[in-house]
């Protein structure tokens, strides 16, 4: 049995991308109800409004810890979105204890990706480091640069690696084309796959030039034509980053999609 890379019956009829012969990115109407949706209903381990307002309590903290970017800050970044993420204990404490040679590294990681934003070598270069993957290494790209940055995992990769996209010039397919396994030997959920060095390029590489400029083409079309969202922190409608794009996606599968 393969693992399940699509599945595009999960989505209510008509949910799909349209790619114009200009290059534009059109959502069906139904996905961009999916889309406000999600994003409104967004939560991690917690209420939509205490996730959300974590969330902007996370950006904020790291948007401080950036400024004057030590080696030691730079750990204290990692740990912070790590706790976020609800990682696992040794993980997490491997990145606590981190040595200071290691912290000089997270430093340098985290200058390139600000520098050089998501080139895949600024990724790799923090997915090399002990405790982390690349979907961590995603949420710290997130957090660090909100403006360009999305994060990564086994539910916004399944969403959209089952939108159907089309287009008048090139061949049709799927959004994304993410590798997936399963993630036990009972395969009772699956999962990215990173633990093979040639799967992990391949993710990687789909994360860089198709994901992330997917993501922001979409939130690019829903600014355009002013649909907003409401953030259920703070009660305000919004305007989308690529962020929130993935998380409306990551969302609506957590609660609707195949695991």
Not at 133 to 157: E, K, N, Q, T, V
Not at 172 to 199: C, M, Q, V
Not at 202 to 222: D, G, I, M
């Amino acid at each position: 049995m393969k693992p399940p890379q699509q599945d595009p019956e999960a989505f209510p009829g008509n949910t799909q991308i349209l790619v114009s012969p200009q290059g534009e990115f059109i959502p069906s109407t139904s996905l961009v109800d999916l889309f406000v949706q999600g994003r409104e209903a967004y939560q991690w381990r917690d209420s939509p409004s205490s996730s959300q307002q974590s969330v902007l309590d996370v950006e904020q903290e790291v948007s401080n810890l950036i400024k004057n970017l030590t080696p030691e800050r730079a750990r204290a970044i990692v740990s912070v979105v790590s706790h976020w993420e609800a990682n696992n204990a040794n993980s997490q404490r491997t990145m606590d204890d981190a040595d200071p040679d290691i912290c000089v590294k997270m430093q340098d990681g985290i200058k390139s990706l600000l520098r050089a934003r998501s080139t895949a070598g600024s990724l790799d270069r923090l997915c090399q480091l002990p405790g982390l993957s690349l979907m961590m290494a995603s949420r710290i790209y997130r957090f660090c640069c909100p403006g360009d940055g999305a994060s990564l995992d086994r539910h916004s990769s399944y969403f959209f690696n089952s939108v159907p996209i089309r287009s008048c010039s090139a061949r049709s397919g799927f959004a994304t084309e993410f590798r997936r396994e399963w993630s036990t030997e009972k395969r009772t959920t699956s999962r990215l796959a990173i633990d093979r060095p040639n799967l992990y390029r391949k993710n990687l590489t789909e994360y860089v030039q198709v994901y992330l400029p997917l993501l922001t083409r979409l939130a690019q079309f829903l600014n355009e034509h002013k649909v907003t969202y409401s953030c259920a922190a703070t009660g305000q409608q919004k305007q989308w980053r690529a962020a929130d794009v993935e998380m409306a996606g990551y969302q609506w599968w957590s609660e609707n999609g195949r695991s």
